[in-house]
């Protein structure tokens, strides 16, 4: 099932469970929901994140030493589900996932409570066994999809991706970046011609500007090494200040999507 982003664009907030700990997280989780996030990426922090920048490298390494597990973040997210309807997704390297075994990872996902699950490093054309699992337990599943992908590459994307499409504005890693390239936006174009679903723009959103630049062409706007760095500046108020750095970006939103 997609997704449904009620305003445009929506806010979908990624944080590295554990960073600093699991109870600061949680915290944290329910006051950007509070503050106008829709859509939680809940982290799990890996010990070689090659897809991310040194922010969310820093946030992994400090959630490593804690002992956080994939196993803990499942239970974060039992827990946050207690109190909230918001959209939770957990945000995974495949190791971790291996480690615990698909069908483990997709019963207890589906469990807690979960709406699915991104994994950055999982292929699209090595995806058959996990998308079985997945759909078995009604699970999304988010893919990836890079500028740099051929139409034909894309179109298996929007084929295989449920809930939402997530539009990498630019190749390279995660961390905030002053300016947003072109390249977004012409991605998103070319995802169009094969899909309805909702997409997601994310790498690099760090302002207001930025994010509702991305409401002009996309549904929503991920943003996650901004709000990591929010967490790592702000030690014994993590929560007032991420509550309080999203209400500034969206509070700004261009407008509501119409019913």
Same mark, same amino acid.
């Given at each position: 099932?997609?997704?449904?982003?009620?305003?445009?664009?929506?806010?979908?907030?990624?944080?590295?469970?554990?960073d600093p700990d699991l109870r600061?997280?949680?915290?944290?989780?329910?006051?950007?929901?509070?503050?106008?996030?829709?859509?939680?990426?809940?982290?799990?922090?890996?010990?070689?994140?090659?897809?991310?920048?040194?922010?969310?490298?820093?946030?992994?390494?400090?959630?490593?030493?804690?002992?956080?597990?994939?196993?803990?973040?499942?239970?974060?997210?039992?827990?946050?589900?207690?109190?909230?309807?918001?959209?939770?997704?957990?945000?995974?390297?495949?190791?971790?996932?291996?480690?615990?075994?698909?069908?483990?990872?997709?019963?207890?996902?589906?469990?807690?409570?979960?709406?699915?699950?991104?994994?950055?490093?999982?292929?699209?054309?090595?995806?058959?066994?996990?998308?079985?699992?997945?759909?078995?337990?009604?699970?999304?599943?988010?893919?990836?999809?890079?500028?740099?992908?051929?139409?034909?590459?894309?179109?298996?994307?929007?084929?295989?991706?449920?809930?939402?499409?997530?539009?990498?504005?630019?190749?390279?890693?995660?961390?905030?970046?002053?300016?947003?390239?072109?390249?977004?936006?012409?991605? !998103?174009?070319?995802?169009?011609?094969?899909?309805?679903?909702?997409?997601?723009?994310?790498?690099?959103?760090?302002?207001?500007?930025?994010?509702?630049?991305?409401?002009?062409?996309?549904?929503?706007?991920? !943003?996650?090494?901004?709000?990591?760095?929010?967490?790592?500046?702000?030690?014994?108020?993590?929560?007032?200040?991420?509550?309080?750095?999203?209400?500034?970006?969206?509070?700004?939103?261009?407008?509501? !999507?119409?019913?």
């Amino acid at each position: 099932m997609p997704f449904h982003f009620d305003r445009r664009p929506s806010l979908v907030a990624y944080l590295t469970c554990g960073d600093p700990d699991l109870r600061t997280t949680r915290e944290v989780a329910l006051a950007a929901i509070a503050a106008g996030a829709e859509i939680l990426e809940l982290g799990v922090p890996f010990s070689d994140p090659v897809a991310d920048g040194p922010v969310i490298q820093r946030a992994s390494e400090r959630a490593l030493r804690n002992g956080i597990s994939l196993e803990q973040v499942l239970g974060l997210a039992k827990d946050i589900r207690k109190t909230t309807d918001a959209g939770l997704i957990v945000f995974s390297y495949l190791n971790p996932i291996m480690r615990m075994g698909l069908q483990r990872f997709a019963e207890e996902a589906a469990s807690a409570g979960v709406d699915g699950a991104l994994v950055t490093d999982l292929p699209v054309e090595e995806s058959d066994e996990y998308l079985r699992v997945m759909r078995k337990q009604n699970l999304a599943t988010v893919f990836l999809a890079a500028p740099t992908s051929t139409d034909q590459r894309l179109k298996r994307i929007a084929e295989t991706s449920t809930g939402f499409i997530y539009a990498i504005s630019r190749t390279g890693i995660t961390g905030a970046r002053k300016d947003l390239t072109d390249d977004a936006q012409q991605l !998103v174009k070319r995802l169009r011609k094969f899909t309805d679903l909702p997409i997601a723009v994310g790498f690099g959103i760090s302002s207001a500007e930025q994010f509702n630049a991305v409401g002009k062409f996309a549904d929503a706007a991920v !943003v996650g090494s901004a709000i990591v760095h929010t967490i790592e500046q702000n030690p014994g108020k993590e929560p007032q200040a991420v509550a309080e750095w999203i209400k500034q970006v969206v509070g700004f939103r261009s407008s509501a !999507v119409s019913p």
